[in-house]
């Protein structure tokens, strides 16, 4: 089983639609959580992190069921501009680990007009 | 934000030659810099962890005397593809992991180098 497990997609929307992302990860000494999004041949940027109580930033609302395992990005009104790979990442907790993030493989969103 | 630099951005090389992939942080200090490698259609995987003054950690599976590992300085650390081969065709993406407690730090990603071997 992978340590991080995302749905590839790809998920084609429309402009102005809401679009949910799943993310599950199997190590539950996972301490920190968190969204990149990563641009066709270009580095992964930091969207979000994801806190226990849920988050939202603009359009953007993430969640974590730590009981689960379990992350959630969903996207409001989506733009163009939103077109791009996201990314589950989850940083286990301390100790040899420290500091390593482990990336899923990768939810591919394209909006279109 | 902090900046992460990587140099080259990308490059072209013959089989059997060592490439150099250099990473630096432009206005803070990393004492822990990562190296990743991202596969066509695949996530960032991570190959090892640099540390400052001394010898990286490799994840399991990467050769370390194929992938060198340098970090002489805060702000500098190298990656050496010794011998490339085609199937090392790849992108590279370090990190550099700014100053926090273990809960809190971030790590700011360089852009990148897209290594080509023939």
């Known amino acids: 089983r992978k340590e991080v497990e995302q749905d590839p997609g790809p998920f084609n929307v429309p402009e102005g639609a809401t679009v949910a992302f799943n993310c599950t990860y199997s190590n539950s000494a996972s301490q920190s959580f968190f969204w990149y999004r990563q641009d066709c041949r270009k580095e992964p940027k930091l969207l979000m992190s994801?806190?226990?109580s849920g988050n939202e930033d603009g359009r953007f609302t993430a969640q974590l069921n730590r009981a689960s395992q379990y992350i959630s990005l969903l996207i409001r009104d989506s733009k163009l501009s939103d077109s791009a790979t996201y990314l589950c990442?989850?940083?286990?907790?301390?100790?040899?680990?420290?500091?390593?993030?482990?990336f899923g493989q990768g939810t591919i969103l394209t909006v279109h007009p | 934000g902090a900046v992460v630099s990587q140099h080259p951005s990308w490059v072209i090389c013959k089989s059997g030659t060592s490439v150099k992939i250099e990473c630096r942080s432009l206005d803070f200090q990393a004492t822990t810099m990562f190296w990743y490698r991202q596969f066509p259609k695949q996530s960032l995987m991570l190959m090892a962890t640099?540390?400052?003054?001394?010898?990286?950690?490799?994840e399991q599976g990467v050769e370390k005397d194929k992938f060198l590992i340098n970090h002489a300085s805060l702000t500098l650390s190298t990656l050496t593809v010794t011998s490339a081969h085609p199937e090392d065709s790849s992108f590279y993406i370090c990190?550099?992991?700014?100053?926090?407690?273990?809960?809190?730090?971030?790590?700011?990603f360089g852009p990148g180098t897209r290594l080509t071997v023939l």
């Open positions: 994801v806190y226990s």
């Open positions: 990190s550099a992991r700014g100053t926090g407690t273990a809960w809190t730090d971030t790590q700011y």
């Open positions: 990442v989850v940083r286990p907790s301390g100790g040899t680990s420290y500091g390593k993030l482990t």
């Open positions: 640099s540390n400052e003054g001394s010898k990286a950690t490799y």
